[in-house]
Each structure stands twice: as C-alpha cells, then as structure tokens.
T-cell receptor, first 112, second 114 residues
Framework: GENVEQHPSTLSVQEGDSAVIKCTYS??????FPWYKQELGKRPQLIID?????GEKKDQRIAVTLNKTAKHFSLHITETQPEDSAVYFC???????????FGTGTRLQVTL | NAGVTQTPKFQVLKTGQSMTLQCAQD?????MSWYRQDPGMGLRLIHY???????DQGEVPNGYNVSRSTTEDFPLRLLSAAPSQTSVYFC?????????????FGPGTRLLVL
C-alpha cells in the first residue's frame, strides 16, 4: 500500500519567515495530494490540495509543489503569522478525496 | 447544513466492553471514512464506504466493524475494546472521485479504554 513520509516533525520559524514542509510518497499511481491543518483539539481542515496534472498551486501565502518523477511534494508558507502555528499533515490518494494515507505531521510554531 | 457530526465527544470504556461511535452527514456524500489519530502516527484509515451497502477495510481494521445502511450514517463498532484502541476517532465524508470538493471531517470522538 501507499506510504507517506513527512519531514520535519517539528519546525520553528520567526514571524514573517517562510516555512517549508516536505513529503514523499511511494505509490506512483497516487494522483491527489491534500494538505491539512489541525489546531489543538480541533478537526483537520484542508488548506490546499494538488492533483498530479499540475506541478504547482498557490493560494495567497500558501503554495504546494509536486514532483511526480521524484514522488515528493512540498508545502510552502510565506510571511508566517502566529495563527499559522498548528500541526500540518500531508496525504496522498488515488482518484479520491477519501481513503487518504497521511504523513505523520509537522508541528509548526511561529514565534514573535 | 450540519456537515459531519459525531457522537459521543468523549467516552471512557473498560477493557472488553463494546460500543458504537456514531457518524452522520447531511451533504449527500457517497464516500465516508473512519480514521484514528494517535500521537506521532498521523491519521490512519480504519474502514471506508463508497456508498450504502458497500464497505471496505483500510490500513488498521482489526477490532472494528462498520456498516452503511443509509447514505447519511456510517457507525463504527468496537466489539471488545482494548487499551490499544485508546485514540481520537474522526469520521469524514466526500463526494465520489475528484470533482473539486474535498473531504470533510467531523469534530472527532476521544476514546479512552482502561
């Protein structure tokens, strides 16, 4: 089955700096790659996703890049703010927004 | 719309007890899934369903049963609870395929098995 690895497990940045979280996947058939943000005690919420027919997608301060050949994808957050502090999960699946295989998460802390 | 709802929010069980975690959605989504979340492990898929009457196993199905008699409901049953099932359980739903919509998660059920 699919295996998703996520790095780093923790990331501390100063407010205004950029943050990058990287994930690799094992199944070359995977074609849907969402990123979720989870605040303490809350449910995961989708922040951005990308499908294998594009290499990059951007939404304001958040961007995701995908390298199908290397089987890795990354989340980029620019101009970080304290409210960006949370745990971020990458995931992968084949032709569905369900049946996701998740990475183990990255705890992002944005300090003032 | 209420979205995805789960009950109960919290539950304490003794080893060997059984219980059902309830999940319902009012978005007419075909797909529904159950995940468990453990510290350092991310979310792992337990069971999923692609429609009423159709269920399949995920990554960690042992010790759990599901059924899908209606589009709206997808209960998760623990037949004989074990301490290893202490976790936070999330139910999720989505439309079939990749039509532009995402997977919506419920608020979660925190389960402690003593």
């Amino acid at each position: 089955g699919e295996n998703v690895e996520q790095h780093p497990s923790t990331l501390s940045v100063q407010e205004g700096d950029s943050a990058v979280i990287k994930c690799t996947y094992s199944d070359s058939a995977s074609n849907y790659f969402p990123w979720y943000k989870q605040e303490l005690g809350k449910r995961p919420q989708l922040i951005i996703d990308i499908r294998s027919n594009v290499g990059e997608k951007k939404d304001q301060r958040i961007a995701v890049t995908l390298n199908k050949t290397a089987k890795h994808f990354s989340l980029h957050i620019t101009e970080t703010q304290p409210e960006d502090s949370a745990v971020y999960f990458c995931a992968a699946s084949i032709w569905t927004a369900s049946k996701l295989t998740f990475g183990t998460g990255t705890r992002l802390q944005v300090t003032l | 719309n209420a979205g995805v709802t789960q009950t109960p929010k919290f539950q304490v069980l003794k080893t060997g007890q059984s219980m059902t975690l309830q999940c319902a959605q009012d978005m007419n989504h075909e797909y529904m899934s159950w995940y468990r979340q453990d510290p350092g492990m991310g979310l792992r898929l337990i069971h999923y369903s692609v429609g009423a009457g159709i269920t399949d196993q995920g990554e960690v199905p042992n010790g759990y049963n599901v059924s899908r008699s209606t589009t709206e409901d997808f209960p998760l049953r623990l037949l004989s609870a074990a301490p290893s099932q202490t976790s936070v359980y999330f139910c999720a739903s989505s439309v079939a395929g990749l039509t532009g919509e995402t997977q919506y998660f419920g608020p979660g059920t925190r389960l402690l098995v003593l």
